[in-house]
Nanobody
Framework: QVQLAASGGGLVQAGGSLKLSCVVS????????LAWFRQAPGKEREFVAA????????DYPDSVKGRFTISRDNALNTVFLQMDSLKAEDTAVYYC????????????????WGQGTQVTVSS
């Protein structure tokens, strides 16, 4: 089993920044990927960023590219999401997720999920 614990959400003004963290514990695998998704009320879960743990290669959708950065710290077993130039439409609950294998933008490919952390951007 893999456990994920997300933190770092909060209230921020538009144009501001937040950094989310997700600590990974439990069983690890030789090849796995971590990702962030978000879900706003009444909307589908949306892909935000993904990273291959071993290579560090990343993916982003156009909606956050250039504003958000996903990274990982092997020593801390933690994945981060640095969010800059935040907009009101970034308001959502943010979830970290893990899967065995290559990174993916589809939430259905992820087997393990953290509890979510609320990000609210005021305009």
């Amino acid at each position: 089993q893999v456990q994920l614990a997300a933190s770092g959400g909060g209230l921020v003004q538009a144009g501001g920044s937040l950094k989310l963290s997700c600590v990974v514990s439990g069983r690890t695998f030789s090849s796995y990927a971590l990702a962030w998704f978000r879900q706003a009320p009444g909307k589908e879960r949306e892909f935000v960023a993904a990273i291959n743990w071993s290579s560090g290669r990343t993916d982003y959708p156009d909606s956050v590219k250039g504003r958000f950065t996903i990274s990982r710290d092997n020593a801390l077993n933690t994945v981060f999401l640095q969010m800059d130039s935040l907009k009101a439409e970034d308001t959502a609950v943010y979830y970290c997720a893990a899967r065995i294998g290559y990174r993916s933008s589809y939430y259905g490919h992820y087997d393990y999920w953290g509890q979510g952390t609320q990000v609210t951007v005021s305009s």
